[in-house]
C-alpha cells in the first residue's frame, strides 16, 4: 500500500466551477500537509501549507485535514483556465526531513 | 529574489556516462533536499543535505547515486554509469532550516539516457 493515494485524474471542469481535489494516506504519524501545483515542465509550486487538522483558506484556495479519516482535501472555488496543472498533495512527520507525495491530479479548467 | 535555480534544465547522456546536476538554494537557506519525479509517479524523496553534510539519505539507491553541498557553491548530485531506468525529473527543494519548514521546489533537470 502507498504512503499517500491520490486520483489521477485526469479532471475537466468549466470555467467558475468549483474543484475538489483529495488524497488519503496511511500514516498516522502525518502531522503536516502540502498541497503544491505544478504547471507542465515546472517544478512544485507551494499553494497551501497545514498543520495537524482544520481549515485553512487563501483566497480562492480552502485545504481540509480529516485526521480521524486520513483524508486531505483542496477546493478551489471560481476556477480558472489559469488553474489548469497537476495539483500533488504532500506530507510529512514532524521532524522528519522527507516529504511524502501523492502521484498528483491533472486539472484543466475549460473556458 | 531568486528562487531555487537549477542547471541543466534538460541533460541527455548515453548510458554508462556520468550526470552531474546541480542545485542553488534560494537565497538564505542551507537546508537542500533531492526528489525524483519518474513518469506517471509521485516525487520520490532522495537525500537531505546541509553545508557539508548529509543528514538524510535514506531515499538514495546504494550505487551509483552520490550528493554533496559544500560549503562554496551548489549542491550537486551526481549519477555515476547511467542507466535508461534513471531517466526521470530530477528537483531540488530547499529550506530556511530543518525539518517542520516549508520547502520550496527548483524548476527541475529532466535527464534522458539514450
Known amino acids: 500500500q502507498k504512503e499517500v493515494e491520490q486520483d489521477p485524474g485526469p479532471l475537466s471542469v468549466p470555467e467558475g466551477a468549483i474543484v475538489s481535489l483529495n488524497c488519503t494516506y496511511s500514516?498516522?504519524?502525518?502531522?503536516?500537509f502540502m498541497w503544491y501545483r505544478q504547471y507542465s515542465r515546472k517544478g512544485p509550486e507551494l499553494l497551501m501549507y497545514?498543520?495537524?487538522?482544520g481549515n485553512k483558506e487563501d483566497g480562492r484556495f480552502t485545504a481540509q485535514v480529516d485526521k480521524s479519516s486520513k483524508y486531505i482535501s483542496l477546493f478551489i472555488r471560481d476556477s480558472q483556465p489559469s488553474d489548469s496543472a497537476t495539483y500533488l498533495c504532500?506530507?510529512?512527520?514532524?521532524?522528519?526531513?522527507?516529504?511524502?507525495f501523492g502521484t498528483g491530479t491533472r486539472l484543466t479548467v475549460i473556458p | 529574489n531568486a528562487g531555487v535555480m537549477q542547471n541543466p534544465r534538460h541533460l541527455v547522456r548515453r548510458r554508462g556516462q556520468e550526470a552531474r546536476l546541480r542545485c542553488s538554494p534560494m537565497?538564505?537557506?542551507?537546508?537542500v533536499y533531492w526528489y525524483r519525479q519518474l513518469p506517471e509517479e509521485g516525487l520520490k524523496f532522495m537525500v537531505y543535505?546541509?553545508?557539508?553534510?548529509?543528514?538524510?539519505e535514506s531515499g538514495m539507491p546504494k550505487e551509483r547515486f552520490s550528493a554533496e553541498f559544500p560549503k562554496e557553491g551548489p549542491s550537486i548530485l551526481r549519477i555515476q554509469q547511467v542507466v535508461r531506468g534513471d531517466s526521470a525529473a530530477y528537483f531540488c527543494?530547499?529550506?530556511?532550516?530543518?525539518?517542520?519548514?516549508?520547502?520550496?521546489f527548483g524548476p527541475g533537470t529532466r535527464l534522458t539516457v539514450l
Open positions: 527543494a530547499s529550506s530556511l532550516s530543518g525539518a517542520d519548514n516549508e520547502q520550496f
Open positions: 500514516n498516522s504519524a502525518f502531522q503536516y
Open positions: 497545514t498543520y495537524s487538522s
Open positions: 504532500a506530507m510529512r512527520q514532524t521532524g522528519a526531513n522527507n516529504l511524502f
Open positions: 537565497k538564505g537557506h542551507s537546508h
Open positions: 543535505l546541509q553545508k557539508e553534510n548529509i543528514i538524510d
